[in-house]
């Protein structure tokens, strides 16, 4: 046995090769990580999932892309003002079907409307369609499939059938027999409609997600601690069972208000004075030969604005999955 004493001011740290290295007391100190305000280091704070989401969607041209085209759409929804001056309800005969002109870059329609006037102006009716009925689909959907994946039992199964029957209804069909004896102009039939019909889709990833979410441990241990019911459901199961639903819901608002132009079109959802692409598109369909102006531009805006949203719920989709990462 050497009886070599080593320097009291000398670290020794093995290398992993069979060697080695002497580091002073100094040295290595600064080799461990300096803790943070809490008492942890920067990398040792875990990441919630939304701020991984959150950090994957600014990286996302897909993202970037269909969130400003739908922030555009927003705003010329609150305030059409701000980029058109005239009123979409005034009309010359004099300009029917005339193409574009000063003031007027779109053209006028086969009643010599503005087309560009119009077009701005039925942004805000497919925006409030598809917000609010999306907002209604999900609160509906969300809060039926949460309660029967939860409770599980008669009401599980009561739904499922329920959810079977709602599926089984074509909605394009459904639209033309429920609408077409309201003769209201507002949005709201239209608005209860896709709600009656849509919340069976969002119900059904609602209970799924929450039948998952409530197996887990954390799950058990809240209720092995006492946890009540609502507690468990709305502190611990539906944060982490929200991420499908509004995947979900982002993509099925381009569809809603591609749903409230069909059901214009047909003439069986808002009807005129009311202004509406579907309306328009409409309208536009007898003269496509001499003013397809006046149909390219709503159909245009419209095809526009549900692919920003499908590409939108697409973006959120990858950012919310795990197994894509």
Not at 25 to 45: F, H, I, N, Y
Not at 61 to 90: M, R
Request: proline residues 6%.
């Amino acid at each position: 046995m050497s009886d070599r004493h080593e320097e009291p001011e000398a670290a020794i740290a093995g290398t992993g090769m069979g060697g080695a290295m002497n580091l002073g007391v100094d040295e290595a100190e600064t080799l461990e990580k300096k803790p943070g305000p809490d008492g942890a280091g920067p990398e040792d704070r875990p990441r919630s999932l939304w701020s991984d989401a959150w950090r994957d969607l600014r990286r996302n041209p897909v993202f970037i892309v269909s969130a400003l085209v739908i922030l555009f759409l927003v705003f010329i929804s609150l305030w059409p003002s701000a980029i058109t001056s005239g009123s979409p309800l005034k009309c010359d005969l004099s300009k029917a079907q005339e193409g574009s002109q000063p003031g007027h870059p779109f053209g006028f329609d086969g009643q010599g409307c503005d087309v560009y006037t119009r077009t701005v102006y039925g942004a805000r009716t497919s925006v409030a369609v598809g917000v609010l009925a999306t907002l209604g689909v999900a609160v509906l959907g969300s809060v039926l499939g949460a309660l029967a994946g939860f409770f599980g039992g008669l009401s599980d199964s009561v739904l499922s059938r329920i959810t079977d029957v709602f599926f089984a209804i074509p909605v394009v069909l459904g639209g033309l027999v429920l609408l077409s004896v309201i003769t209201s102009n507002t949005v709201w039939p239209v608005i209860g409609f896709i709600v009656l019909l849509g919340w069976p889709q969002i119900s059904r990833i609602a209970r799924g997600a929450v039948i998952t979410a409530k197996h887990n441990d954390y799950v058990q241990a809240a209720r092995a601690l006492g946890a009540s019911n609502s507690r468990l459901l709305l502190r611990h199961i539906a944060p982490n069972a929200v991420a499908p639903v509004i995947v979900v819901a982002t993509i099925a608002l381009g569809t809603y208000i591609a749903l409230e132009a069909t059901l214009s079109y047909l003439g069986v959802g808002l009807k005129p004075p009311s202004v509406s692409w579907g309306i328009d598109i409409s309208s536009a369909s007898p003269y496509i030969r001499n003013a397809p102006h006046a149909l390219l531009w709503p159909s245009g805006a419209l095809a526009i604005t549900v692919l920003a949203f499908i590409m939108l719920g697409d973006a959120v989709r990858d950012a919310l999955d795990p197994k894509l990462r």
